[in-house]
C-alpha cells in the first residue's frame, strides 16, 4: 500500500491540509478545482447575492455535475473500447480464418503442380515410346 501523503491547500483564501493515499500533485489539483469554482461563481453577481448556505449548495450541485458528466463520458469511452475490443476480436478470427484457407490453397496448388509435373512426366515419357 502507498503511504498517506498530506499537503497544505488554499480553498476559498481559507489553509486546509488534505491528505490521502493519492500524490501531493493530485491532492493539489483537487483544491485547486474546487477553488476555480468558487472564483467562477463570484465572477457572477446573482451568486453573491446568495445566502453563504446556497452558495454551498450550488456549488456541491455544480461539483456533482462536473463528476457525473465526467462518469457519463467515461462510462461512453469504456463502451466504446469494448466495442473496439470485440471488432478486434472478430478481425482476428477473421484475419485467422483466411490464413487457414490461405494454407489450404497453397496446399492444393502444390498438389496441383506436383499432378501437372507428373502429367508432362507422363506425357513426355509416351511421346518418346512412340517415338521408337
Known sequence: MSAKNA????????IYTLSGYESEVYLQKIGNHI???????????GYRRLSLDMQR????????????KAKKQADLL??????????????KHELIDMQIKLEEAHKE??????????LQIMMEEAGKTSEI
Open 7 to 14: 499537503t497544505d491547500v488554499v480553498i476559498d483564501g481559507k
Open 35 to 45: 477553488n476555480n469554482k468558487i472564483n467562477e461563481f463570484r465572477k457572477n453577481e
Open 57 to 68: 449548495m450550488l456549488l456541491e450541485l455544480n461539483l456533482a455535475d462536473d463528476y457525473y
Open 78 to 91: 469504456e463502451k466504446d473500447i469494448d466495442e473496439k475490443d470485440k471488432q478486434l476480436y472478430e478481425v
Open 109 to 118: 496448388i502444390d498438389l496441383m503442380r506436383q499432378e501437372m509435373s507428373d
